[in-house]
């Protein structure tokens, strides 16, 4: 099992920055990707930005490339999402994910075995 705690979220202004983290503990080496998702109030839980742990390969939703960076601490069993030059439609719930072993769909929820609480973003204009 793999027990993902995020933190960070808040109440920031259109234009800010904001980082949020995923905690991962328990056997974090069976884990071949981590993904951070979220879900605005009424929609569905789309993806937002993935990295493979094995060489830190970097995946992003297209609303978000070129604002969002995900980084990964395998030492510190860490995922990090790097949020700048944010907008009121990033507001969302957002939640890290982990996956299991071996190849998956990157952006497909049900690639990925773990989840953790959530951590609110709100972005007021």
């Known amino acids: 099992q793999v027990q993902l705690v995020e933190s960070g979220g808040g109440l920031v202004q259109a234009g800010d920055s904001l980082r949020i983290s995923c905690a991962a503990s328990?056997?974090?080496?069976?884990?071949?990707?981590m993904a951070w998702f979220r879900q605005a109030p009424g929609k569905e839980r789309e993806f937002v930005a993935g990295?493979?742990?094995?060489?830190?390969?970097?995946y992003y939703a297209e609303s978000v490339k070129g604002r969002f960076t995900i980084s990964g601490d395998n030492a510190n069993n860490t995922v990090y999402l790097q949020m700048n030059s944010l907008k009121p439609e990033d507001t969302a719930v957002y939640y890290c994910?982990?996956?299991?072993?071996?190849?998956?769909?990157?952006?497909?929820?049900?690639?990925?075995?773990?989840w953790g609480q959530g951590t609110q973003v709100t972005v007021s204009s």
């Open positions: 990295i493979r742990r094995s060489d830190g390969n970097t």
């Open positions: 994910a982990a996956s299991g072993p071996g190849g998956i769909v990157l952006v497909a929820q049900t690639s990925y075995r773990y």
């Open positions: 328990g056997r974090t080496f069976s884990t071949s990707f």
